[in-house]
């Protein structure tokens, strides 16, 4: 069955910069656009807003921490649309500066959600994603700069096109493995789980690109991590220079990149350009 229509899936998107990218696909895709939330009841609410905007996206449940929901979301995008055709991690958390629980439950949590949920999301949707697709992993700039404080050995592990997913997996477990005892400075970490959870989603971004052009060289998927640069949201400062609406700019970019169009393809991309790595 060919589903007729397009669909473009954002996670976490009932608030910030999800809600954000959603807004704006709202205007500029050709096709259904969905919220996902975690909590229905703040899903529905962020319909309502864009709603009393003029827009029109649709709801579906999606905790990505809940393996049984990303496989009912996947289920039914498959379903009613035989696979998606834009996907946007965007889902993510972070513990303020002065929050005193301890690093290693914060290292735990936050790389629960930002790395292995998301990792989860793609496990289940990349199959899904259809010939022409765009997937976009939301990052951050301190994933770039987290990488700078690695030790030369996980620098250099980071940085190689011979990393496998099995091989990040490892490497962010013992992260927070070290973080609990206090021996992750010891093991070469930053001590920043945040940092150390968004160098796991842009590596994880580029293995995903490697796989997809030597998998399905033929389907033109392109994938890419990105920065939505520093944005007044709950997770960031309030004096940050962007929007939500600005912050939002790079992903939307890079979920529309052009028909055709073979780069950039497994990079990091901020303020719409490729930055190094
Ligand atoms: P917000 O806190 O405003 O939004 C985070 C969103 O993620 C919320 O919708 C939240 O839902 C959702 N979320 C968290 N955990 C889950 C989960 N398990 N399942 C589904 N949804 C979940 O922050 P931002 O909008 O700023 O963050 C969006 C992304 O941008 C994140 O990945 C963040 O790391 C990244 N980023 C943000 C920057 C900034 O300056 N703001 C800078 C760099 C990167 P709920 O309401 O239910 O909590």
């Given at each position: 069955s060919v589903s007729l229509y397009s669909v473009a899936v954002v996670t976490g998107s009932n608030k910030g910069i999800g809600l954000a990218i959603v807004r704006a696909l709202c205007k500029q895709f050709n096709g259904d656009v969905y919220v996902t939330s975690r909590d229905v009841g703040r899903g529905e609410e962020a319909v309502k807003t864009l709603n009393s905007e003029g827009l029109k996206p649709k709801f579906h449940q999606l905790d990505i921490n809940d393996l049984n929901s990303i496989k009912n979301a996947a289920a039914y995008f498959k379903g009613k649309y035989d696979g998606v055709d834009i996907l946007i991690n965007n889902a993510g958390t972070a513990f303020k500066a002065s929050d005193t629980t301890p690093f290693g439950v914060q290292a735990e949590v936050t790389l629960r959600t930002n790395f292995f949920a998301t990792r989860d999301v793609l496990t289940h949707f990349l199959p899904l994603v259809k010939a022409g697709g765009r997937?976009?992993?939301?990052?951050?700039?301190?994933?770039?700069?987290?990488?700078?404080?690695?030790?030369?050995?996980?620098?250099?592990?980071?940085?190689?096109?011979?990393?496998?997913?099995?091989?990040?997996?490892?490497?962010?477990?013992?992260?927070?493995?070290?973080?609990?005892?206090?021996?992750?400075?010891?093991?070469?970490?930053?001590?920043?789980?945040?940092?150390?959870?968004?160098?796991?989603?842009?590596?994880?971004?580029?293995?995903?690109?490697?796989?997809?052009?030597?998998?399905?060289?033929?389907?033109?998927?392109?994938?890419?991590?990105?920065?939505?640069?520093?944005?007044?949201?709950?997770?960031?400062?309030?004096?940050?220079?962007?929007?939500?609406?600005?912050?939002?700019?790079t992903p939307v970019y890079l979920a529309l990149l052009a028909p055709g169009a073979t780069e950039p393809h497994g990079k990091y991309v901020s303020d719409k350009e490729v930055q190094p790595w």
């Open positions: 997937v976009v992993n939301v990052s951050s700039m301190l994933s770039a700069s987290g990488l700078k404080q690695c030790s030369p050995e996980l620098q250099q592990r980071f940085h190689s096109e011979d990393i496998t997913e099995d091989e990040l997996v490892v490497l962010m477990q013992r992260f927070v493995d070290e973080a609990k005892k206090g021996e992750h400075k010891q093991g070469g970490w930053p001590d920043m789980s945040y940092a150390v959870s968004k160098i796991g989603v842009t590596v994880l971004s580029m293995i995903h690109a490697r796989h997809l052009s030597k998998e399905r060289p033929k389907d033109g998927i392109l994938i890419n991590a990105c920065c939505p640069g520093w944005v007044r949201t709950e997770i960031a400062a309030p004096g940050a220079p962007k929007s939500p609406d600005e912050g939002a700019i």
